[in-house]
């Protein structure tokens, strides 16, 4: 069903959400499309349309499209085309998220990536001027927490030189349960001392002891974190200090974090006073929008629409925005709640 009050998006990953006919027809450009691939086989081969083995699973399906965005033109277009996509949908307000380093794989720098990233979102600005976009830099777990060191700690830099000129916060994606999630303090400790604002994706795949570490790197913010459920303590924590949850229901079932959209907690934890907010993660990948996540807490989920607005309330007042335009967001969405 399409909702018509003003949606909002805080979990997307650029490169999980480019249009399937994009990276079909790039993929024909560059030669890449394998012998007597049809795009109906292609389509399905970037999505996870059943539960898969897991999160780690779930993250090989990145490899497709990053393939061909390793190119300043390609990204540009791919992030143009998600904004308009976002607003043709409804979305008043979308962050979109990407992780600069894995597009260096043919020489782009990381600051060409978010060049590129950047002139998309203006292009796509331009053409859809009713809609807010947000950029988050990811920094990337992709093994041991030193393996890429360097790469993390430029994007914290990165985002520090492009805050509030395009970029708005960063992020620590990618593979979970290799090394303790703690063992990124370093990300964190220097985006505090550089007063980045930060997500961190956390309390997924792993448990709670995954969302204790995001809560002392000093969150405020988790990506999915539904495990905190499982911890009566660290749920009066969040509570305590207001952390929002960017919960993405189709992913954790998908990637086997949860058994169904009738099991996943977030429901219960709303109930329970914490913020938490409804997103897609991955808009290609999983196959879904918002729109579908809105009818899984309304059909599957036992949310009202009522309960729908009030995490729509709690993820504008959760914005890495300015505080003049989140009090604009925060109205906006208020007007729909009376
Ligand atoms: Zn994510």
Redesign the pocket.
């Known amino acids: 069903m399409k909702y018509t009050y003003p949606k909002i998006e805080l979990?997307l990953?650029l490169d999980g959400s480019i249009r399937p006919e994009t990276v079909w027809e790039l993929y024909q450009k560059e030669g890449l499309v394998e012998n007597g691939m049809d795009y109906e086989t292609f389509t399905r081969e970037v999505a996870v349309l059943e539960p898969c083995q897991d999160v780690n699973d779930c993250l090989t399906k990145f490899d497709l499209p990053l393939k061909i965005m390793q190119d300043a033109e390609y990204i540009t277009r791919i992030t143009k085309e998600l904004v308009c996509d976002l607003a043709e949908q409804g979305v008043v307000y979308g962050e979109i998220r990407f992780a600069p380093q894995l597009h260096t794989q043919k020489g782009l720098t990381q600051r060409e990536a978010i060049e590129a990233v950047l002139k998309g979102k203006e292009e796509g600005l331009k053409e859809h001027p009713e809609i807010g976009i947000g950029i988050i830099l990811c920094c990337m777990s992709i093994g041991l927490e030193t393996l890429n060191k360097e790469e993390n700690l430029e994007t914290v830099r990165l985002a520090k030189e492009y805050l509030g000129k395009g970029v708005n916060a960063i992020d620590l994606?990618g593979a979970e349960g290799i090394v303790p999630l703690r063992n990124f303090h370093y990300i964190f400790d220097l985006a505090r001392e550089l007063e980045i604002p930060f997500t961190c994706?956390g309390g997924d795949s792993q448990d709670c002891e995954t969302v204790r570490d995001a809560m002392d790197f000093g969150a405020v913010r988790i990506?999915h974190g539904h495990a905190v459920y499982e911890s009566p303590e660290l749920c009066q924590r969040a509570l305590q200090k207001g952390i929002t949850f960017e919960i993405c229901p189709t992913s954790n079932i998908r990637c086997r974090s949860r058994e169904s959209y009738a099991a996943h907690p977030v429901k219960k934890l709303l109930d329970m006073g914490i913020r938490v907010t409804i997103n897609t993660?991955n808009m290609t990948i999983f196959n879904v929008t918002l729109d579908e996540e809105y009818d899984h807490c309304l059909n599957d989920m036992g949310f009202t629409e009522a309960d729908i607005l009030k995490m729509l309330g709690y993820a504008a007042e959760a914005a890495f925005l300015p505080e003049e335009e989140k009090a604009k967001l925060v109205e906006k969405i208020k007007t729909y709640q009376k």
Do not use: N, P
Request: charge should be negative; aromatic fraction near 0%; proline fraction near 0%.
């Open positions: 979990h990953h994606a994706h990506g993660d």
